[in-house]
């Protein structure tokens, strides 16, 4: 037995790195090459067609037939030069991965007479597919019979082309329906729930005084996390092959001791394909810029460049496939699961979340001009309140199987949904909180525990004007116990597991701060209407902010998340969401109070379809 170790030993010594063929060395040539965006649309449409097409897509209205045969022949044209033979339109069913269904651009004339040969994609077939939907885990939600399913281009995000060995065929992303108008994907709620952000974004945006901004979106970086051990071992491990983590076995010869992998050299042969994975990515215009060893041993991560969400989800979906085919090539084996391995550190996948106007600012950036806090704070009130009133969402977002291994260990935070903020910040909500003696004149309903009462009574501060000082990018500590942490410029979501859609946590994140935003609104035209204004004035502003934070503050915490004390606390003072398991994650979900949530906000609704498709995200 030992003869034969050492001999395997032996052999994954002598192998040598995996040399991938490149078209070109030149990253600025390569990088979106195998993609049909919008650089490509202007270049091959007529103007006027193209400013229909973006008419269309910035008003959401249907695309013209003609402009979308137009869309569809450039499409055909440009895939067919890179050697495509077919097309697909790829969608991401319920189950956690990517489906499609082939068609070839081949076409025979109808008469008997004449049976040439023509190539053909037309605009309706890049509008509309229809696989069958029956055999995907939301098939239950309807009849056995009742099978037909259809997928819908998303005009957001652009079209590419993935290489076999024998040639290239066309993804066209899309969305998957049923034929009743159910969502069966994660893209449907996500792209709704992206909408009703906009909307309740804009709505305050208004109101405080930004008339220029027309739309909003949520900003995604996502850092992926990964195992990689050779093939040979892989296979040789029945556990890794059928359920992706070990179950026999025993402890590994050196764990984590020391820690020295982390950030350590990368060994030749994992750079050869890590760098592999990257231009293939850089191809497919994913913009990945970061690679490292992870904490464990054969643990690794890559993390992009933020980019509009949905593009996002896009993107972390095709470099989990890039990822797995590209192991195999290189006689690797590429490990997503979440815990692959006991006793050593799991996998996560951090989701940098953020808000952005169409004007491109950020409304989680402090600034450094304190005139522009006044959207920073109130953007920031909301996001406190959703926290504290709908940790269950979000504690819902992360309970996938894989996940429940990694939560509350010393590579994940706990269970229990809180916000970290730092000590600066955290000092500026406390002193915008100080300026009222009593949190008894909130109108938020739904607020379940009675905060403490404050009774220094201080200056008006007024927002907008001196409200934050200028605040550095980094102005406090990382929190790694922390699931939602701020850190300069947006939100951290670290409790995500690393084979998950992005899609789910963000569709859920999206949903809970729309519906606090729009609360946010609701009240400041209340209070200006009951003030006899036609506009909320500083004072009504800082007055509503000031009432938000006080009652909905006891989410955030800045200290140690994997303490006892922290979980006493958390319970049994502050009355925060604390759903241990998977199960009572799931059973609270469809709580009357969610599902008024997602219907008020049109992303989901009661029927069925709202628990086989949120449930199974």
């Avoid at 820690?259 to 293939?280: C, K, N, P, T």
């Amino acid at each position: 037995m030992l003869h034969l170790r050492n001999k395997a030993l032996d052999e994954l010594r002598s192998k040598k790195p995996h040399s991938a063929p490149k078209k070109s060395t030149n990253v600025v040539e390569e990088f979106g090459s195998m993609v049909f965006g919008d650089r490509e649309l202007r270049e091959k449409l007529a103007p006027k067609t193209y400013s229909q097409f973006r008419k269309a897509l910035e008003t959401g209205t249907t695309i013209d037939a003609n402009v979308a045969d137009q869309i569809a022949a450039a499409m055909k044209d440009w895939a067919m030069i890179h050697g495509a033979t077919h097309f697909t339109h790829w969608f991401q069913p319920l189950t956690g991965l990517t489906a499609e269904k082939h068609d070839s651009f081949l076409n025979f004339s109808h008469t008997l007479q004449d049976r040439s040969l023509s190539l053909n994609f037309s605009g309706k077939q890049l509008i509309k597919g229809e696989p069958d939907a029956s055999s995907f885990p939301s098939g239950g939600s309807r009849s056995t019979f009742e099978a037909r399913g259809y997928t819908a281009w998303d005009m957001e995000s652009p079209s590419f082309l993935l290489e076999g060995a024998n040639g290239a065929f066309l993804c066209v992303p899309s969305a998957f329906a049923s034929w009743n108008g159910e969502s069966l994907d994660m893209k449907t709620p996500l792209l709704r729930s992206n909408d009703a952000l906009s909307k309740a974004s804009v709505r305050v945006l208004k109101l405080i005084g930004d008339k220029q901004t027309t739309s909003c979106y949520s900003n995604l970086g996502c850092e992926q996390e990964f195992f990689v051990i050779d093939r040979g071992f892989y296979l040789a491990r029945p556990d890794l092959v059928a359920c992706g983590r070990s179950l026999i076995g025993a402890n590994p010869a050196k764990g984590q001791q020391m820690e020295d992998h982390y950030f350590g050299s990368l060994d030749r042969r994992i750079l050869a394909f890590m760098q592999d994975v990257e231009w293939r990515l850089w191809r497919l215009g994913v913009p990945s810029t970061t690679r490292h060893n992870e904490v464990a041993p054969s643990q690794y991560e890559l993390a992009p460049i933020f980019e509009k969400v949905t593009l996002a989800c896009d993107h972390n979906m095709l470099m989990m496939e890039v990822l797995r085919e590209t192991a195999r090539e290189h006689d690797l084996a590429c490990l997503l699961h979440e815990k692959p391995f006991a006793g050593v550190n799991g996998s996560g996948k951090h989701n940098n979340w953020s808000i952005s106007t169409n004007s491109g600012e950020n409304m989680m950036d402090p600034g450094d001009n304190p005139r522009q806090n006044i959207k920073f704070i109130v953007f920031l009130a909301a996001v406190v309140r959703a926290i504290s009133l709908h940790g269950d969402v979000l504690r819902n977002a992360v309970a996938v199987p894989g996940n429940e291994h990694r939560l509350g260990a010393n590579e994940a935070p706990p269970a229990i949904i809180s916000i970290f903020m730092g000590t600066q910040l955290t000092e500026v909500i406390d002193s915008i909180c100080s300026q009222f003696t009593s949190p008894t004149t909130t109108q938020d309903s739904n607020v379940n525990n009675q905060p403490t009462k404050i009774e220094r009574q201080q200056s008006k501060l007024i927002l907008g004007v001196n409200a934050i000082p200028a605040l550095p990018r980094d102005a406090s500590d990382r929190n790694r116990t922390s699931p939602f942490a701020f850190t300069g410029n947006k939100f951290e979501f670290r409790a995500v597991g690393s084979s998950q859609s992005c899609a789910r946590p963000v569709t859920l994140l999206n949903a809970i701060v729309s519906e606090s935003l729009e609360y946010v609104a609701d009240v400041l035209e209340q209070e200006t209407k009951k003030a006899g204004l036609t506009e909320p004035s500083n004072d009504i502003i800082q007055s509503v902010v000031a009432k938000i934070l006080i009652a909905h503050k006891r989410c955030i915490f800045n200290g140690n998340g994997y303490s006892e004390e922290w979980k006493e606390e958390a319970t049994k003072v502050r009355k925060l969401w604390h759903l241990k398991t998977l199960p009572e994650a799931v059973r609270e979900f469809s709580s009357d109070k969610n599902v008024k949530l997602f219907e008020s906000l049109g992303i989901l609704t009661k029927k069925r379809s709202f628990n086989s498709t949120i449930n199974s995200l």
